[in-house]
């Protein structure tokens, strides 16, 4: 899967091993292995098949927004890149043509 930042600070805090370290501590391994998963996917619909990362699909004020998770309580955050976003005909989203996504935060514990 394509990956890209909503901002260049995201895109910066994970350039590189030591980045990830310094910017999610503790956390840093599994951000990592997350990023790892996404790249290889190819398309969100084989994120279903990784049952530790839960994917899964966001509701109420972040409707339109997908997450990972990286710890029980801190998700990482993304959206598909496509406009408009590929639709089934019940109107939900298809994970199947996602084949890209944009990260928008790391670490948000949104609960």
Not at 49 to 58: D, F, G, K, N, S
Request: net charge neutral; aromatic share 4%; with cysteine.
């Amino acid at each position: 899967m394509n990956i890209r930042y909503q901002t260049r600070k995201l895109q910066k805090s994970v350039e590189s091993l030591s980045a990830i370290k310094k910017h999610y501590g503790d956390r840093a391994k599994k951000v990592d292995l997350r990023l790892e998963q996404l790249s290889q996917a190819p398309d969100l619909d084989a994120m279903r098949t990784v049952p530790t990362a839960h994917c899964h699909e966001l509701k109420a004020d972040r409707l339109g927004e997908l997450a990972v998770d990286i710890s029980p309580n801190h998700r990482m955050l993304f959206m598909p890149d496509h406009n408009p976003a590929p639709l089934k005909e019940d109107g939900g989203l298809d994970w199947k043509q996602v084949t890209c996504i944009v990260i928008t935060a790391i670490g948000e514990d949104y609960h």
